[in-house]
């Protein structure tokens, strides 16, 4: 009785400790108490006249099973102790280290000591100083959801002011030093020689020693919106560059001046006194960033300002009673704001990088020298000297919880091991066990059957097994050689052991549109080795999401989820479209069958340049064009491009040929609220063609949505047009701001040629527009460039650079930051209404376009067309028109409502009915049908 109960208590430890092994189901267990009670009693074998000879043997195996079991139990319970324990660790870790950063980022609790102190009646200086590239800008000007210092101290300044009992006046004003010259930010660049003079600024001193800029705007701020406004205006007026170390950085250095005055205020130290914000220009070794041509001229620069600002400081430090003010501009401008009676407050920006170690040595050598001049108060020193303890706690915190966090992880290996040793030998016993029931059974029933034939029964092992006890093809899979297979089993083919393996499907979405849907796969021993497993009762793979622990990295895209219901026919064609367009690229590009995270990236870049939906003005079915076929093509529009010519240039307005009746029916009935018009420049100088034949790659049109339902469309690339077309989805028909650009030899830049802004009706002639601006800054009409050296052009534009309004800056708040830091992409504005680029993204109504060539990704070159070829395509623009129609992004669609859907649909079938009824054709039946096909 005691044997079987101890049986009985080993099958269910068994089944509570193997629970998880799909094979040891809690059928099994059943099966397996089911025989136990079926063996024969104690009383029953006593008068049985069969002994089982093995049976007592069988005792001793059974106590030894439960030993062993025992063992395997406690084994469990101390790994998932031991999870816990590292699961709560890393909890503890990650919450330092939040705290610890939560304390770094009260940067500008370091600030608010020193704006108290502009109140009181202090010049203030802050600076911020630092390597390229290493954050000075982020930090000053932050980002919406996370302001910088800039922000935090204008808003810290109007808040001091309200509580004051006294009443300021506050003026901002922001000016750069570049290249050694000061520019004022707030004032509108000279584009034409008709505009206004810009005037020249210069240094005065005043006789009580105070500095004065002449000519400098200073604008009177009553809160502390107007002066973000400023601030935001100026910005856009900084000199910034794409160079090696940042993709945005900043050529100049920017100050921005708030000047306060308060009269009968005997408490203030002067009656005027001023606060300077400065994003100093960043430090660069030249050789390392491979700086040349202008570049490296601004670096020079920057780098020359920088140690006349060290040789000040220094002087200071060391109370040399002449300090060399004189040496550049930047110090000739701060000279009352460093030094005695004022404040100066320095962030250091270092880069964590090893190879970056040169210049963060020298930077905090910098900083050092800086601190030993700084006039903090004893108040802010406390809080610096508690704070710097707390950081040092807390450093000392997480590095004793990750000591423990491995201690843990080896005891948890170590467990494996043991587990699996255990495992093994349990499963062996198991088989054993099997065996003995087996035998029992066969017995147990021969007995019977002799019983009634009255036979003697001879205790021999029958081959016939019930089927629970056949191996199963996950006991199969899971032992493989190893599974010690009972005799009757080795007649079967043992099958394959298969490794399992986790999927994830990865779906990235870009514009609301699910463009790739590819398939990750990781096998499970790396997903054992990266991720936390938890074991559940049916022996799945639970991954516990502690991203500490996990090699795996997950990508997200940041973009609103799309209800597939939400979609019509049309986006799902669309959808699919791409899809597949995607599969035929990543064929192409990476014969393995997943497509990676790069992939993915590379491939929504091409998609934008190479416009799926769209070739030149028609839009064709992502049909694959071979790629010698695609050249052909490129050479040949080229060619014809470059052979017009054209002797008059001018813009027009033109109402797009085509049916004017169905067109107007159908504005009649809503599905358009009125004719699409286009407006298109139609003719300009040849000079443009040259550098497009050479540049070209790609042939595409992009539509843009704005938030007031219009759809802009723009061409570029290989159709060397540039048009703007109000497509009939709004009644109103803005004005339209045209900008035409010119790209840089090294692909660096791209420059502004011309801006203008162009009423609807109007007709304007170019080449009195058209402007640019040589390298001395001179500025050039196109007559001018076409009687001097027009081949001089893309030199001058290369010189020119740093005067474009058109930054990468811009493409920012455009693409994901990932696309931007990994790719050299470079980014056009084109700004509609004569807004500022800014407000163009805030509005939602943007492009950011650019080809890839080679590899390489470039800035687009957007050029006017001659008449001859836009007029040659014009016919074919309206019937394009109906056809677009039929791809509208889904976040258009959601930006619109059902209503728009509805009204879309009602267009887009209209267009069809047209279509089929012949009223409409499209020009491109092959091209067509094919892709209705697909
Ligand atoms: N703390 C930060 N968090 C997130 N991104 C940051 C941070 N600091 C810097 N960056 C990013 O690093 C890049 C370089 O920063 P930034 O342009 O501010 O450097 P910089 O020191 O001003 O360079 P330069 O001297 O060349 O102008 C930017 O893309 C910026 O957004």
């Given at each position: 009785m005691e044997s079987r109960k101890s049986v009985q208590n080993l099958a269910q430890s068994i089944h509570s400790l193997l629970g998880l092994k799909t094979h040891l189901t809690s059928g099994w267990a059943d099966s397996v108490c089911n025989i136990i009670k079926k063996l024969p009693s104690e009383d029953s074998r006593d008068g049985s006249q069969i002994k089982c000879q093995n049976y007592n043997s069988e005792n001793s195996n059974e106590n030894k099973d439960v030993d062993n079991g025992a063992a395997v139990s406690k084994l469990y319970d101390d790994l998932a102790a031991l999870t816990a324990n590292l699961s709560e660790l890393n909890l503890k870790k990650r919450q330092a280290l939040n705290d610890f950063l939560d304390l770094k980022d009260e940067v500008f609790s370091e600030v608010a000591p020193v704006i108290k102190s502009v109140m009181d009646g202090f010049n203030v200086c802050i600076f911020a100083y630092g390597q390229t590239g290493t954050g000075k800008t982020f930090t000053?000007?932050?980002?919406?959801?996370?302001?910088?210092?800039?922000?935090?101290?204008?808003?810290?300044?109007?808040?001091?002011?309200?509580?004051?009992?006294?009443?300021?006046?506050?003026?901002?004003?922001?000016?750069?030093?570049?290249?050694?010259?000061?520019?004022?930010?707030?004032?509108?660049?000279?584009?034409?020689?008709?505009?206004?003079?810009?005037?020249?600024?210069?240094?005065?001193?005043?006789?009580?020693?105070?500095?004065?800029?002449?000519?400098?705007?200073?604008?009177?701020?009553?809160?502390?919106?107007?002066?973000?406004?400023?601030?935001r205006l100026g910005s856009q007026f900084r000199s910034t560059a794409s160079t090696n170390s940042n993709i945005n950085s900043s050529r100049s250095h920017c100050l921005i001046r708030i000047s306060l005055t308060s009269f009968n205020a005997p408490s203030r130290r002067k009656e005027t006194n001023k606060m300077w914000m400065i994003d100093l220009g960043g430090s660069e070794r030249l050789l390392k960033t491979k700086a040349w041509g202008r570049r490296l001229e601004e670096g020079k620069a920057i780098n020359l300002s920088l140690s006349a600002l060290g040789d000040v400081i220094s002087a200071l430090q060391k109370g040399k009673p002449h300090v060399p003010y004189r040496n550049s501009k930047l110090t000739q401008v701060l000279r009352d704001s460093l030094g005695e009676d004022s404040k100066t407050l320095m962030l250091v920006h270092i880069s964590p990088k090893e190879e970056d170690l040169c210049e963060s040595i020298c930077s905090l050598g910098f900083a050092t020298r800086v601190r030993s001049i700084h006039l903090g108060n004893e108040e802010s020193e406390e809080v610096q000297a508690k704070k710097e303890v707390a950081m040092v706690k807390l450093l000392q915190k997480m590095k004793e919880l990750e000591s423990e966090c491995h201690d843990v992880r080896r005891d948890i290996k170590k467990l494996h091991e043991k587990l699996d040793h255990c495992t093994r030998d349990v499963s062996s016993h198991d088989n054993h066990l099997e065996a003995f029931y087996l035998s029992k059974e066969v017995l147990h029933s021969k007995i019977e059957k002799e019983k009634h034939s009255g036979a003697d029964v001879k205790a021999t092992p029958s081959l016939e097994l019930p089927s629970f006890m056949k191996p199963t093809i996950c006991s199969t899979r899971r032992y493989g050689k190893d599974h010690q297979a009972p005799e009757y089993s080795k007649k079967r083919i043992p099958l394959p052991s298969r490794r399992r393996r986790c999927t994830?499907?990865?779906?990235?979405?870009?514009?609301?549109?699910?463009?790739?849907?590819?398939?990750?796969?990781?096998?499970?021993?790396?997903?054992?080795?990266?991720?936390?497993?938890?074991?559940?009762?049916?022996?799945?793979?639970?991954?516990?999401?502690?991203?500490?622990?996990?090699?795996?990295?997950?990508?997200?895209?940041?973009?609103?989820?799309?209800?597939?219901?939400?979609?019509?026919?049309?986006?799902?064609?669309?959808?699919?479209?791409?899809?597949?367009?995607?599969?035929?690229?990543?064929?192409?590009?990476?014969?393995?069958?997943?497509?990676?995270?790069?992939?993915?990236?590379?491939?929504?870049?091409?998609?934008?340049?190479?416009?799926?939906?769209?070739?030149?003005?028609?839009?064709?079915?992502?049909?694959?064009?071979?790629?010698?076929?695609?050249?052909?093509?490129?050479?040949?529009?080229?060619?014809?491009?470059?052979?017009?010519?054209?002797?008059?240039?001018?813009?027009?307005?033109?109402?797009?040929?085509?049916?004017?009746?169905?067109?107007?029916?159908?504005?009649a009935i809503g599905a358009i609220s009125q004719p699409p018009v286009e407006v298109v420049v139609v003719e300009t100088p040849t000079f443009f063609d040259a550098p497009v034949a050479e540049e070209s790659g790609y042939n595409s049109i992009s539509h843009f949505h704005t938030t007031d339902n219009r759809v802009m469309e723009e061409a570029w690339g290989l159709s060397n047009s540039f048009m703007i077309r109000n497509s009939g989805c709004c009644a109103a028909s803005p004005p339209v701001q045209y900008n035409c650009f010119n790209q840089d030899n090294d692909y660096s830049g791209v420059t502004e040629m011309s801006s203008k802004q162009i009423d609807m009706g109007e007709v304007h002639n170019l080449p009195e527009d058209l402007m640019c601006q040589d390298s001395k800054g001179n500025l050039l009409s196109s007559s001018d460039m076409e009687t001097n050296n027009i081949l001089n052009l893309k030199e001058q534009s290369h010189e020119s650079e740093s005067q474009g309004l058109l930054t990468e800056r811009s493409f920012k708040s455009l693409v994901d930051p990932t696309v931007m830091i990994n790719q050299k992409v470079q980014t056009v504005v084109f700004t509609p209404n004569g807004k500022n680029s800014d407000e163009y993204c805030e509005a939602g109504c943007f492009s950011a376009y650019y080809q890839h060539t080679e590899g390489v990704m470039r800035p687009c070159l957007n050029t006017m067309r001659s008449e001859k070829s836009l007029l040659a395509e014009l016919n074919d623009a309206y019937q394009e028109d109906l056809t677009t129609s039929l791809i509208r992004s889904p976040e258009r669609i959601h930006q619109t409502g059902m209503s728009d859907l509805l009204g879309h649909k009602i267009q887009s079938l209209i267009a069809s009915a047209l279509l089929g009824l012949g009223v409409q054709s499209l020009g491109l039946e092959h091209d067509f049908f094919y892709g209705l096909m697909l």
């Amino acid at each position: 009785m005691e044997s079987r109960k101890s049986v009985q208590n080993l099958a269910q430890s068994i089944h509570s400790l193997l629970g998880l092994k799909t094979h040891l189901t809690s059928g099994w267990a059943d099966s397996v108490c089911n025989i136990i009670k079926k063996l024969p009693s104690e009383d029953s074998r006593d008068g049985s006249q069969i002994k089982c000879q093995n049976y007592n043997s069988e005792n001793s195996n059974e106590n030894k099973d439960v030993d062993n079991g025992a063992a395997v139990s406690k084994l469990y319970d101390d790994l998932a102790a031991l999870t816990a324990n590292l699961s709560e660790l890393n909890l503890k870790k990650r919450q330092a280290l939040n705290d610890f950063l939560d304390l770094k980022d009260e940067v500008f609790s370091e600030v608010a000591p020193v704006i108290k102190s502009v109140m009181d009646g202090f010049n203030v200086c802050i600076f911020a100083y630092g390597q390229t590239g290493t954050g000075k800008t982020f930090t000053m000007e932050g980002k919406p959801d996370c302001p910088g210092i800039v922000p935090h101290a204008i808003k810290e300044l109007f808040n001091e002011a309200g509580e004051s009992n006294h009443s300021f006046l506050f003026t901002y004003s922001m000016l750069e030093i570049y290249m050694g010259n000061l520019r004022d930010l707030l004032v509108p660049r000279m584009k034409k020689p008709t505009d206004r003079i810009t005037k020249c600024l210069s240094i005065i001193t005043d006789p009580k020693g105070g500095i004065e800029i002449d000519n400098l705007v200073a604008i009177r701020v009553n809160d502390v919106n107007q002066a973000m406004e400023l601030y935001r205006l100026g910005s856009q007026f900084r000199s910034t560059a794409s160079t090696n170390s940042n993709i945005n950085s900043s050529r100049s250095h920017c100050l921005i001046r708030i000047s306060l005055t308060s009269f009968n205020a005997p408490s203030r130290r002067k009656e005027t006194n001023k606060m300077w914000m400065i994003d100093l220009g960043g430090s660069e070794r030249l050789l390392k960033t491979k700086a040349w041509g202008r570049r490296l001229e601004e670096g020079k620069a920057i780098n020359l300002s920088l140690s006349a600002l060290g040789d000040v400081i220094s002087a200071l430090q060391k109370g040399k009673p002449h300090v060399p003010y004189r040496n550049s501009k930047l110090t000739q401008v701060l000279r009352d704001s460093l030094g005695e009676d004022s404040k100066t407050l320095m962030l250091v920006h270092i880069s964590p990088k090893e190879e970056d170690l040169c210049e963060s040595i020298c930077s905090l050598g910098f900083a050092t020298r800086v601190r030993s001049i700084h006039l903090g108060n004893e108040e802010s020193e406390e809080v610096q000297a508690k704070k710097e303890v707390a950081m040092v706690k807390l450093l000392q915190k997480m590095k004793e919880l990750e000591s423990e966090c491995h201690d843990v992880r080896r005891d948890i290996k170590k467990l494996h091991e043991k587990l699996d040793h255990c495992t093994r030998d349990v499963s062996s016993h198991d088989n054993h066990l099997e065996a003995f029931y087996l035998s029992k059974e066969v017995l147990h029933s021969k007995i019977e059957k002799e019983k009634h034939s009255g036979a003697d029964v001879k205790a021999t092992p029958s081959l016939e097994l019930p089927s629970f006890m056949k191996p199963t093809i996950c006991s199969t899979r899971r032992y493989g050689k190893d599974h010690q297979a009972p005799e009757y089993s080795k007649k079967r083919i043992p099958l394959p052991s298969r490794r399992r393996r986790c999927t994830k499907n990865l779906t990235v979405f870009r514009n609301g549109i699910s463009e790739y849907g590819s398939e990750c796969t990781t096998s499970r021993t790396s997903c054992l080795v990266s991720l936390n497993m938890k074991h559940s009762t049916d022996y799945g793979i639970e991954c516990s999401q502690d991203s500490s622990e996990c090699d795996i990295k997950a990508v997200v895209f940041p973009e609103q989820e799309i209800s597939p219901k939400s979609l019509g026919y049309q986006e799902a064609h669309l959808i699919y479209s791409i899809n597949e367009y995607a599969n035929r690229k990543a064929s192409k590009i990476n014969s393995s069958k997943c497509l990676t995270v790069d992939n993915c990236l590379h491939l929504q870049k091409h998609e934008l340049n190479t416009g799926i939906a769209t070739h030149r003005t028609k839009w064709v079915p992502p049909i694959p064009v071979s790629e010698k076929m695609y050249k052909h093509n490129v050479k040949s529009v080229s060619n014809k491009l470059q052979s017009e010519k054209v002797h008059a240039h001018k813009m027009t307005y033109k109402n797009v040929p085509g049916d004017q009746d169905s067109v107007n029916n159908l504005a009649a009935i809503g599905a358009i609220s009125q004719p699409p018009v286009e407006v298109v420049v139609v003719e300009t100088p040849t000079f443009f063609d040259a550098p497009v034949a050479e540049e070209s790659g790609y042939n595409s049109i992009s539509h843009f949505h704005t938030t007031d339902n219009r759809v802009m469309e723009e061409a570029w690339g290989l159709s060397n047009s540039f048009m703007i077309r109000n497509s009939g989805c709004c009644a109103a028909s803005p004005p339209v701001q045209y900008n035409c650009f010119n790209q840089d030899n090294d692909y660096s830049g791209v420059t502004e040629m011309s801006s203008k802004q162009i009423d609807m009706g109007e007709v304007h002639n170019l080449p009195e527009d058209l402007m640019c601006q040589d390298s001395k800054g001179n500025l050039l009409s196109s007559s001018d460039m076409e009687t001097n050296n027009i081949l001089n052009l893309k030199e001058q534009s290369h010189e020119s650079e740093s005067q474009g309004l058109l930054t990468e800056r811009s493409f920012k708040s455009l693409v994901d930051p990932t696309v931007m830091i990994n790719q050299k992409v470079q980014t056009v504005v084109f700004t509609p209404n004569g807004k500022n680029s800014d407000e163009y993204c805030e509005a939602g109504c943007f492009s950011a376009y650019y080809q890839h060539t080679e590899g390489v990704m470039r800035p687009c070159l957007n050029t006017m067309r001659s008449e001859k070829s836009l007029l040659a395509e014009l016919n074919d623009a309206y019937q394009e028109d109906l056809t677009t129609s039929l791809i509208r992004s889904p976040e258009r669609i959601h930006q619109t409502g059902m209503s728009d859907l509805l009204g879309h649909k009602i267009q887009s079938l209209i267009a069809s009915a047209l279509l089929g009824l012949g009223v409409q054709s499209l020009g491109l039946e092959h091209d067509f049908f094919y892709g209705l096909m697909l």
